[in-house]
């Protein structure tokens, strides 16, 4: 398997040091630059072509938020995916950021290997094989990214188990609409048996997750996001309420 091409960008130099000697002792990573300069990040960029981007958001003459409406304007070819790495835990930050093209959003300080987790992840689930620009607009974020930044947005961290039997939730209700109604006979099984483990354990775990993001209370970003209100917090959803609501949301967006 091909090593994941990865590019730092920090302003703090201990910062990029910790990370450039943690990720070059990983043997499918390789680490083919780190600036500390916003204003060289672009141009850094195409001259090495990262799959893979860990910035700050606050960088010295050229902030986050510009680095990422420069990638935006970039050809899908050279264009890498985004982890946002920061001090800044504003809702309004994380929303503007997944708006720009983020696919994740990290929060200092940080655990390194949950990183190099998401490194992984990130990789891996976004094939570049296809040119953004050939596809329909409201396609051009892959069904992943969709599901991963609405979960980010919310509040539901990526570490717990159930973000990840969530995920696969959406997914198995995305092909087949009609499992949200066989929800403790087919779909928590069918997790299950894919991360080795039983329906209740599966059940407990996305009722947790659900129950973190209300507690966040992250609510009122979601909803702006989509332009009304799509989560109440007197109203907490069922894990089959929850599951159906973001698979109809991302539904109506793939087909809008």
């Known amino acids: 398997m091909d090593r994941i091409r990865v590019m730092l960008a920090d302003d703090n130099l201990n910062i990029l040091r910790l990370l450039s000697d943690f990720l070059e002792r990983k043997p499918d990573i390789e680490l083919v630059a780190a600036v500390s300069d916003g204003m060289e990040v672009p141009d850094a ?3 090495h072509v990262p799959e893979i981007l860990v910035m700050d958001i606050i960088m010295p003459r050229r902030d986050g938020f510009m680095i990422l409406e420069a990638l935006g304007a970039m050809e899908e070819a050279v264009r890498p995916r985004v982890i946002v790495l920061t001090g800044l835990a504003r809702d309004d930050f994380i929303m503007r950021a997944i708006r720009l093209g983020a696919s994740y959003y990290m929060v200092k300080p940080f655990d390194m290997n949950l990183l190099y987790e998401r490194i992984v992840e990130i990789a891996r689930d976004a094939p570049r094989s296809v040119a953004a620009d050939a596809l329909p607009e409201g396609e051009r974020e892959s069904v992943d990214e969709q599901i991963t930044n609405l979960f980010l947005t919310l509040g539901i961290p990526a570490h717990i188990k159930g973000y990840q039997y969530l995920r696969e939730a959406v997914r198995m209700v995305l092909e087949n609409h009609d499992v949200i109604n066989r929800i403790t006979k087919e ?8 991360y080795e483990t039983s329906a209740s354990k599966v059940e407990r775990a996305m009722r947790h997750a659900i129950e973190v993001a209300w507690t966040r209370g992250r609510l009122e970003t979601v909803n702006q996001m989509y332009g009304y ?7 907490k959803p069922t894990n089959g309420e929850f599951i159906a609501l973001v698979s109809d949301k991302i539904s109506v967006k793939k087909t809008a």
Do not use: M, N, T, W
């Open 229 to 235: 209100k799509v989560f109440k917090r007197e109203d």
């Open 45 to 47: 960029v195409r001259q």
């Open 187 to 194: 779909l928590y099984p069918g997790i299950a048996r894919k």
